[in-house]
């Protein structure tokens, strides 16, 4: 399958039903009340890691995500069906960023991990709703409010417990095919990887996934070669292999590779080189990296580094390669990592609208559109409020005047020089300025 890592998609949460305006008519019951029942809500997308999935490929073809929309409700106090949430999975590893503003949302690092990406819209109370002991017979309900809608960056940064990490054409992938089950593309030709694979290798009980990333050279850190590319999937591991071609020219040009790689590590970020590692020189089956091995493995031991030889071709060393992995991965053995949630997508507290003459003049904002064209009226509450009315029902526009009479808004249009005829908007309401008159 092809390595994909990094993706856009649009996700758009359902909408909620809409209220039912209805009164229970039967024989002998010719007024029986109100029994508009409130609509179902909308479902929201979520994404969730899951394992088994190593790769963003799915979301090439498919980039638009809708989730299932709340049902209307209906007579006889029959509440609408809710919207299924859509689940969507993504690969472990994967953050998740607004498209638009660049913000990140989430971080799934584990299997399981989720976060609600669009949340569904909430369903309009029916007629039933808005009894009260005055008046026993609304003609009125809400509409169900829009789900929520965004465009998403996903970017992968592959987890894997053991990196393999060096100069292109150091036979990474070869010592991943010796390893463990991999198949990954090999040839004698630098950037033979150009994207991650992966393999699993079995000990005992344990499997330990084994990550081939792609070479990188001096420069990386500035995007030169693979660049960030490689060094965005070594972040995720939690040990790394050094691996040196020991064949190339002498052995302190063996060594520079090492050398290289650590600078980059810092240039990048410096807490990569507090991961425990080791090294392996590997292609040992050749004449000159026979010449090399033994200058390179008296400095590594002066550094205190655990160095080990290695040929992917003739299998030398390979299985006390192996066990050093497998010792190295049982002694540290991977957190568990609960969803990173970041500030965007915590959950919003509504407020309720403000009640009193102080505090709604304080909230509604009037602004004066150039060229004289009107004016809009700005209060979330209220914007929150309008979206919700059928204005083609009998009481709806009754209910809007008394909703600009709570909130004062004409009174502050003329404090902003309104006059009789003006064009004024609400959110997406648009309606002439008309002073005393509406509530008549």
């Not at 019951?29 to 997308?45: E, L």
């Not at 979301?59 to 509440?79: D, I, L, N, R, S």
């Not at 638009?100 to 609600?116: C, H, I, K, R």
């Not at 089950?181 to 996934?209: H, M, Q, W």
Request: charged share 30%; with cysteine.
């Amino acid at each position: 399958m092809k390595f994909v890592d990094l993706v856009r998609i649009k996700v758009k949460a359902g909408r909620g039903g809409n209220g039912c305006l209805s009164f229970r008519r039967e024989k002998f019951i010719p007024k029986g009340g109100p029994d508009g029942a409130n609509g179902g809500n909308g479902g929201s997308v979520i994404l969730k890691a899951v394992d088994g999935i190593h790769t963003l490929a799915d979301f090439e073809f498919e980039k638009k995500f809708t989730a299932e929309h709340g049902q209307p409700g209906q007579g006889q106090k029959k509440v609408g069906a809710s919207g299924k949430d859509l689940i969507i999975p993504v690969p472990c590893g994967t953050i998740i960023y607004d498209d638009d503003t660049m913000e990140p949302l989430a971080d799934l690092v584990e299997a399981g991990n989720e976060v609600v990406v669009a949340r569904g819209g909430r369903g309009g109370r029916g007629n039933i709703h808005f009894t009260t002991s005055v008046r026993k017979a609304p003609r009125f309900a809400e509409k169900g409010e829009l789900g929520e809608e965004r465009n998403l960056r996903l970017e992968l940064k592959l987890i894997a417990d053991v990196g393999l990490v060096g100069f292109p054409n150091a036979g990474k992938s070869s010592l991943l095919a010796a390893i463990s089950n991999a198949r990954p593309k090999i040839a004698d030709y630098p950037f033979t990887t150009l994207s991650p694979n992966l393999g699993v290798l079995a000990v005992d009980d344990e499997r330990i996934v084994v990550a081939d990333v792609p070479g990188l050279i001096e420069g990386a850190h500035e995007n030169k070669g693979l660049g960030i590319y490689f060094l965005r999937h070594v972040e995720r591991t939690r040990v790394l292999v050094h691996v040196l071609d020991l064949s190339t020219g002498t052995s302190e040009e063996v060594i520079s590779q090492w050398k290289t790689i650590c600078n980059e590590f810092e240039a990048y970020n410096s807490s990569l080189l507090e991961r425990p590692y080791i090294v392996v020189g590997n292609k040992i089956d050749l004449e000159q990296a026979q010449k090399n091995s033994h200058d390179v493995e008296a400095f590594m031991k002066k550094q205190g580094v655990l160095y080990f030889v290695t040929s992917a071709l003739s299998g030398e060393g390979i299985p006390t390669f192996i066990d050093a992995i497998a010792t190295l991965c049982r002694k540290h053995v991977r957190p568990h990592s609960e969803t990173r949630l970041f500030e965007t997508v915590t959950p919003r507290e509504e407020k309720p609208l403000q009640r009193g003459r102080k505090g709604v003049e304080e909230q509604v904002t009037i602004i004066r559109l150039p060229d004289d064209s009107g004016f809009r009226v700005v209060h979330a509450g209220l914007e929150r409020a309008l979206k919700k009315y059928d204005f083609e029902q009998e009481d709806a526009l009754y209910r809007f005047a008394r909703l600009l009479k709570k909130y004062h808004v004409e009174e502050l249009l003329a404090q902003e020089g309104a006059q009789e005829g003006d064009t004024v908007f609400i959110g997406d309401v648009e309606f002439e300025y008309q002073p005393d008159k509406v509530m008549e």
